[in-house]
């Protein structure tokens, strides 16, 4: 399946979860706040949300600064 994160294209198996997204990308789950289709996936959800085919993707990484 296809999914679009970012605006950039990711190939991604069928059945895998916003959790296999993110290893796939080698984003670290504690920093990376998602949202799919427009709404927020909690990160204590983020292994059981199942990505479909078209799905969009935001993924922002928190850091830290001032």
């Known amino acids: 399946m296809v999914v ?18 993110l290893v796939a990308l080698a984003l670290g789950r504690k920093w990376v706040l998602v949202e799919r289709n427009g709404q927020p ?6 292994d059981a949300t199942a990505l479909r085919d078209g799905d969009r993707l935001e993924l ?3 850091v830290a600064g001032g």
Not at 5 to 21: I, K, M, P, W
Not at 41 to 46: L, T
Request: charged fraction near 30%; hydrophobic fraction near 50%; aromatic fraction near 0%.
């Open 4 to 21: 679009i994160a970012n605006g950039d294209r990711v190939e991604l198996a069928d059945g895998s979860t916003v959790g296999d997204l």
């Open 41 to 46: 996936v909690a990160r204590a959800e983020v």
């Open 60 to 62: 922002v990484r928190a």
